[in-house]
């Protein structure tokens, strides 16, 4: 009855409008002062900071830097325009250009809203200019954007990791062959939505009608595409040198972080001339905002969690559905639905910090890899940046292009919500997908 009341009473703060920091913190300062020793409001500062004093956290402002340097450049569109270049024979390119240049720039920024807005602000012009749909350019972007949170370096996962006290490095194997099985699923749809509005467009054309930018030949010769080549370059100089640090055993992630943030600024120093301090004024000032923001978000997470357990909440409803004694797989079904359910209406970060608690122990009681659960749980997490009613990268796409009407752009992204759910299937039959890199890297467990 008390976790009853401790949900409710969330709830209730959260639909109030009060931000999702205040709300849990709120709550959780209520009940300690309601249900717990008098003396353990003394100890909210002590505890925060205990909770947050982790190294792995320490990593999170320095990747939102390195995202803020590359997402405040003209980066996302050099990138965009380079792999548009050389893909643009293939039917359904300019959408397959898209899908690659959010799964590179995610791996990069770490960050869904960053990827949305650098790639989409050139993207979606660039798509509707030559014919496709509003619908489809939005849904695509926003769908891409989502990788963010999946591919390395992923802030969310970093979270997951902390949560579940696994290994950062192994979890951010583990998305990376999930990761590139959605790219090529993105893609896929891409080149079967292209040819069907290309047919489209041409029967309408044969018919009498106006000729659509579809039917439009668009050339790029051998040189203009290898002009555009050393935009591109730099950043894969940047992703594999991060990526070789990490996984090379040359840095801690906190020191990769580090070593991305200097690389990313170095770079847009060196290729944009971007140095001096009122270039940089915008990058630092973003950084600085999104990082408190998230931070404070964490901190009373934590606390929010610190005080479940110490009520014996989580224990009490790990208990309780461990008592019920469902089978492996509804067990896993009925809490990647509770995923979903708070996907709806919650960030990645407040669902992961406030369900570990009692999720975890019975899934892992049940025999789970919590490695391979951490990377469906943020697929399913994935589906809630695209969907109704929250969905954030819904919302950046409608800033991006405010002309395109809401419904279009939530029409746009459900083919892709249903992609991720064929995702979700293909990692329960051949969780290899996602264990099989990090345990011939790192071994298995």
């Known amino acids: 009855m008390l976790g009853v009341f401790y949900g409710v009473a969330t709830l209730l703060l959260m639909f109030s409008g009060m931000p999702i920091a205040f709300a849990l913190g709120v709550v959780a300062v209520s009940f300690m002062y309601f249900f717990m020793p008098a003396a353990s409001l003394d100890t909210v500062t002590q505890n925060v900071y205990e909770e947050m004093a982790s190294i792995t956290l320490l990593s999170i402002p320095l990747f939102i830097l390195k995202g803020a340097a590359i997402g405040k450049s003209p980066a996302g569109k050099d990138l965009y325009s380079a792999i548009h270049t050389w893909l643009h024979k293939v039917p359904g390119g300019l959408g397959i250009a898209n899908v690659v240049a959010c799964a590179l720039f995610a791996a990069m920024a770490g960050s869904s809203p960053a990827t949305c807005s650098a790639i989409g602000s050139a993207g979606i012009p660039e798509m509707r200019k030559r014919g496709y749909s509003p619908g489809f350019a939005a849904g695509i972007i926003a769908?891409?954007?989502?990788?963010?949170?999946?591919?390395?370096?992923?802030?969310?996962?970093?979270l997951y990791a902390v949560a579940a006290e696994?290994?950062?490095?192994?979890?951010?194997?583990?998305?990376?062959?999930?990761?590139?099985l959605l790219v090529v699923m993105f893609a896929g749809y891409a080149v079967y939505?292209?040819?069907?509005?290309?047919?489209?467009?041409?029967?309408?054309?044969?018919?009498?009608?106006?000729?659509?930018?579809?039917?439009?030949?668009?050339?790029?010769?051998?040189?203009?595409?290898?002009?555009?080549?050393p935009r591109v370059l730099p950043f894969i100089v940047l992703l594999i040198g991060v990526m070789v640090a990490l996984y090379g055993g040359f840095a801690t992630p906190s020191e990769t972080a580090g070593l991305g943030a200097l690389l990313a600024l170095?770079?847009?120093?060196?290729?944009?001339?971007?140095?001096?301090?009122?270039?940089?004024?915008?990058?630092?000032?973003?950084?600085?905002?999104?990082?408190?923001?998230?931070?404070?978000?964490?901190?009373?997470?934590?606390?929010?969690?610190?005080?479940?357990?110490?009520?014996?909440?989580?224990?009490?409803?790990?208990?309780?559905?461990?008592?019920m004694q469902l089978s492996k797989w509804v067990l896993l079904a009925v809490i990647l639905l509770m995923?979903?359910?708070?996907?709806?209406?919650?960030?990645?970060?407040?669902?992961?910090?406030?369900?570990?608690?009692?999720?975890?122990?019975?899934?892992?009681?049940?025999?789970?890899?919590?490695?391979?659960?951490?990377?469906?749980?943020?697929?399913?997490?994935?589906?809630?940046?695209?969907?109704?009613?929250?969905?954030?990268?819904?919302f950046v796409i409608k800033n991006i292009a405010p002309d395109i009407p809401l419904r279009d752009v939530i029409w746009g992204v459900m083919p892709f919500v249903a992609l991720m759910f064929l995702a979700v299937l293909l990692l329960c039959l051949m969780p290899g997908i996602a264990v099989g890199l990090p345990n011939m890297i790192m071994g298995t467990k």
């Open 143 to 158: 769908a891409g954007g989502t990788l963010g949170i999946l591919l390395p370096p992923s802030i969310t996962m970093i």
């Open 166 to 180: 696994q290994s950062l490095g192994r979890l951010f194997l583990a998305g990376i062959g999930p990761g590139v």
């Open 193 to 229: 939505r292209a040819r069907k509005e290309y047919k489209a467009a041409l029967a309408v054309y044969e018919s009498g009608g106006t000729k659509s930018a579809y039917l439009h030949a668009e050339n790029f010769t051998f040189s203009q595409k290898i002009e555009m080549l």
């Open 266 to 323: 170095g770079l847009i120093a060196i290729v944009y001339g971007i140095w001096k301090p009122k270039d940089l004024s915008p990058i630092l000032t973003s950084t600085i905002k999104e990082s408190t923001m998230l931070l404070v978000i964490i901190g009373m997470s934590l606390l929010y969690s610190y005080v479940m357990s110490y009520l014996h909440i989580s224990q009490s409803a790990a208990q309780w559905v461990v008592a």
């Open 339 to 394: 995923v979903i359910v708070f996907g709806f209406f919650l960030p990645p970060v407040s669902i992961i910090l406030m369900t570990a608690p009692v999720i975890l122990p019975p899934l892992k009681a049940a025999g789970f890899d919590l490695i391979w659960f951490g990377v469906v749980m943020t697929i399913v997490m994935e589906m809630g940046l695209i969907h109704p009613p929250v969905g954030l990268n819904i």
